[in-house]
């Protein structure tokens, strides 16, 4: 349980990133979110080609430093029936897991690049259109590793159902693993459309490790 706090922080910020589908060029995303671990900002914009580019500030609960992140997803297959395969890169910026054991490292930054594989799919059903999606992305600690962590391993496996055209339902399995820790949530979620905006509530419960429940409250803006 030494990286309890690490994986955490980690897992939720990863849960809003580009997924396989690229945005239309132009086009933005900007996502506003609360819980009671994180705030975060989080912003998307489609470049050219198919290109997405995006990034995130997160102020983790009790934490000296925020994570700042950046990233690219490209989508480099597309399959009959709407199914699409996309890979990115991120860099990420933040305090040193090592702070969850030892406080002689509060304050003290730590820098990682992840690699990730994005599949989705989209379907029709008689309830409305829906989609699944699978996240699987790789860790590694790039600058000094302070108390010699291996990799860290996340899958994020979804469901999305649009019953009404201004109604989504999503559910989501997330799991992290570095070394012996290990994490999993079941989170579900609704959305409502108000024009451009989306408020967004996402209630979760913890399987493997923490085991809190918690809501998550967001503001979704597209344009």
């Not at 999305?160 to 290990?182: C, E």
Request: neutral net charge.
């Amino acid at each position: 349980m030494r990286f309890v706090w690490a994986l955490m922080i980690w897992c939720c910020a990863v849960q809003a990133q580009a997924g396989a589908w690229p945005r239309e060029q132009g086009g933005v995303f900007i996502a506003l979110s609360q819980d009671a671990t994180q705030q975060k900002l989080y912003a998307e914009y489609g470049a050219r080609n198919d290109w997405t580019m995006g990034g995130e500030v997160t102020m983790p609960k009790g934490r000296r430093l925020p994570d700042v992140s950046q990233f690219a997803h490209y989508p480099v297959w597309r399959g009959k029936g709407g199914a699409i395969l996309s890979l990115g890169i991120a860099g990420d910026l933040r305090e040193a897991a090592a702070a969850t054991v030892d406080p002689l490292y509060d304050g003290v930054a730590e820098m990682t690049v992840r690699l990730g594989a994005f599949w989705g799919k989209g379907f029709q059903t008689g309830l409305g259109d829906g989609w699944a999606t699978v996240d699987v992305q790789v860790e590694r600690i790039v600058s000094t590793n302070w108390v010699n962590t291996g990799l860290a391993y996340k899958v994020d496996a979804g469901l999305g159902l649009k019953p009404i055209k201004q109604v989504m339902i999503t559910a989501q399995a997330q799991y992290w693993r570095r070394d012996d820790d290990q994490f999993l949530r079941l989170e579900g979620g609704a959305a409502l459309s108000l024009g451009p905006a989306k408020l967004v509530v996402q209630p979760s419960i913890g399987v493997i490790g923490p085991k809190d429940g918690r809501v998550k409250m967001a503001l979704w803006l597209e344009f």
